[in-house]
């Protein structure tokens, strides 16, 4: 017959000792009230016979205490001893997120535990830390006392402060209580990072088999002073300002060593100058707008739509002008909405105007109308938008097919290659074949079909005799980069041994490729001449130099034909190929030939 328990009215089996729902004992005559199954011998050596001596043994040894809750021990034990009710107590303080909240949480359900315990205070109930200064580290402590009997045992958490530290060395959050009499838990703050001028907030939290106590922290962060003259003790960035306005070059030294800004940045504070700041007297102008200080300057208006046309594919460069009829500083950051459209100048400022420049790129574009927007953000935050419209022209039949190129389109990198390794084989001519070939000591008929026949090799001497002709080359390179850049006279010295060093490594490099580049005209002549020809020199040296000439341009169409390949990545290197003679038809004047080598 099932049993009733009086207490919930629940029903039970006929052999059940203790209730199933609310753990009340269905037969007081025959239960071994509050007696475990069999007796528990804690790690401390105090043997439980009862739940009442559990209560107390495991408020007194804590750390194995959590350790049994977390294995699931202790639910297995109130199972087998009939206590279904504290059974579901420990399962429910098991699956707490924190084990020692869940043990306090069990230990508040079990029976009162027999004999004197340990019972918490700690010192103080609130904790106010500082003022501290921003961006150092400090020390501080809170004290756990036992008014009971025993050992405290538990453990103390911070909660919702990053800044505050129970272990210097790891940075642990909670640290083990174990307290006969009094025990202090030291705290070590770390203010860096955090905002000056506020007061942070968190709490500790000390649970423990004499109970749990919450403290509130607060944290005051006061300013770090301004450290460096004529400034030196300003604690706000007001104040600063304030102190600016009577020493204008003094401030404007400050900002552009970046002092100012790391002193910001100690503190917590956020910059109020965003993007690449301005120089001199302006940067003091553009510290007092961002910082709301000074009115900024009203900008004239810019032109709401700019048309821009480009034929093929040729780059156009543009720019837009910032003015102001004040007689301020204006500058401005710029942007654009897409990749086709590249500022050039993201960062301008000038004397009541800054220019922006900008170029449109539209070797992606089909051919029709594109459009983008550049986005400029002038002094106090005005911003003005431009937008863009690019007209692309592409002649000899319009916009190009998908999936299939013009036939023009497959014919210029073959011939920019051919053309290319060409011209840098004839170039080679005075270098390579006159001083490096007939020059060679050791031939019997210098310029003979013989002679060009013989691959050069180390003892013959032509790898060296080609960078002494050509180094120089690189030293006059040197100079006139310095030249041009209205150098010194330290500075034509310096363009002259760099360029000098430059020019040993690629004379040597380009030696190298040479020697491998000529095996194609030297199989040609064998195959034209035989190699046991006896051709004399005169016809033997014109026919090499042809065929040499020929051999460079075919390998030139397959490096044209490897770019066809790569697609655009193939057209950027082959550009780079063709830079030196780009550069030596611009110093001939001859422009218009040199950018014919160009594929993008």
């Not at 049994?68 to 009710?85: E, T, V, Y």
């Not at 429910?92 to 997120?97: P, T």
């Not at 109970?211 to 300013?223: F, K, N, R, T, Y």
């Not at 036939?407 to 270098?431: D, E, T």
Request: hydrophobic share 45%; proline share 8%.
């Amino acid at each position: 017959m099932a049993q009733v328990c009086p207490r919930c009215q629940h029903a039970n089996p006929d052999e059940a000792v203790y209730c199933h729902h609310d753990g009340a004992v269905l037969n007081p005559l025959a239960a071994p009230v509050g007696l475990l199954v069999r007796p528990l011998v804690l790690p401390s050596g105090q043997t439980c016979r009862s739940v009442e001596d559990l209560a107390g043994g495991l408020a007194q040894a804590w750390p194995d205490a959590v350790r049994m809750l977390a294995d699931g021990f202790l639910a297995q034990l109130f199972r087998d001893s009939g206590r279904l009710d504290l059974a579901r107590a420990a399962d429910e303080a098991q699956a707490n997120a924190d084990p020692d909240l869940g043990l306090y949480q069990l230990l508040g359900r079990l029976p009162a535990p027999t004999g004197p315990q340990p019972r918490l205070e700690v010192y103080p109930r609130r904790l106010i830390l500082g003022p501290y200064p921003a961006g150092g580290q400090h020390q501080s402590s809170l004290r756990v006392a036992n008014r009971g009997a025993g050992v405290l045992q538990g453990k103390v958490s911070v909660i919702d402060a990053p800044w505050l530290r129970l272990d210097e060395t790891s940075g642990r959050q909670d640290a083990d209580l174990a307290a006969e009499d009094e025990q202090s838990v030291p705290l070590w703050i770390d203010t860096r990072g955090l905002t000056s001028g506020q007061v942070h907030a968190g709490k500790l939290v000390v649970v423990s088999g004499g109970g749990l106590v919450e403290v509130p922290v607060s944290l005051e962060i006061a300013a770090l002073p301004y450290p460096a003259a004529p400034f030196k003790g300003v604690a706000s960035p007001r104040k600063l300002a304030e102190m600016m306005r009577g020493r204008p070059k003094d401030a404007a030294a400050a900002l552009d060593s970046g002092a100012v800004a790391a002193w910001f940045a100690t503190n917590g504070w956020a910059y109020p100058v965003a993007g690449q700041p301005a120089e001199g007297l302006a940067a003091v102008q553009q510290f007092f707008e961002c910082l709301g200080l000074a009115k900024p300057p009203p900008i004239d208006p810019t032109p709401d739509l700019l048309e821009l046309h480009s034929e093929a594919d040729r780059k156009v460069a543009e720019s837009v002008v910032l003015r102001s009829p004040s007689k301020k500083w204006v500058y401005a950051q710029a942007g654009s909405s897409a990749a086709w459209l590249r500022v050039t100048t993201p960062s301008v400022g000038g004397p009541q105007e800054a220019t922006v420049t900008f170029e449109a790129d539209p070797a992606t574009l089909p051919e029709g109308v594109s459009e983008a927007d550049l986005t400029l953000t002038a002094n106090g935050g005005t911003r003005r938008t431009v937008r863009v419209r690019l007209h692309v022209h592409r002649p000899r039949g319009g916009p190009p097919v998908p999936g299939r190129r013009p036939a023009v389109g497959w014919l210029r990198p073959l011939v920019v290659g051919a053309v290319a390794l060409l011209l840098y084989r004839l170039l080679a001519i005075l270098p390579a074949d006159v001083i490096g070939r007939l020059f060679a000591a050791g031939q019997s008929e210098p310029g003979s079909a013989a002679a060009w026949l013989a691959t050069p090799t180390s003892d013959d001497g032509f790898l060296r005799r080609f960078v002494l002709a050509t180094w120089w080359l690189g030293g006059l390179a040197g100079v006139a980069v310095a030249w041009k850049r209205d150098g010194g006279v330290l500075d034509l010295l310096g363009g002259l041994v760099a360029g000098a060093a430059a020019g040993l490594a690629v004379a040597a490099t380009v030696g190298c490729v040479l020697l491998l580049g000529d095996e194609l005209p030297r199989r040609l002549l064998a195959t034209l001449v035989g190699t046991g020809s006896t051709l004399p020199a005169g016809p033997a040296t014109a026919l090499w130099l042809l065929l040499a000439a020929a051999g460079w341009a075919l390998l030139g169409l397959g490096v044209g034909g490897l770019a066809l390949v790569l697609g655009r990545t193939g057209s950027r290197l082959l550009d780079g190929v063709t830079v030196p003679l780009r550069v030596l038809a611009g110093w001939v004047g001859a422009d218009g030939w040199g950018e014919r080598l160009r594929l993008s």
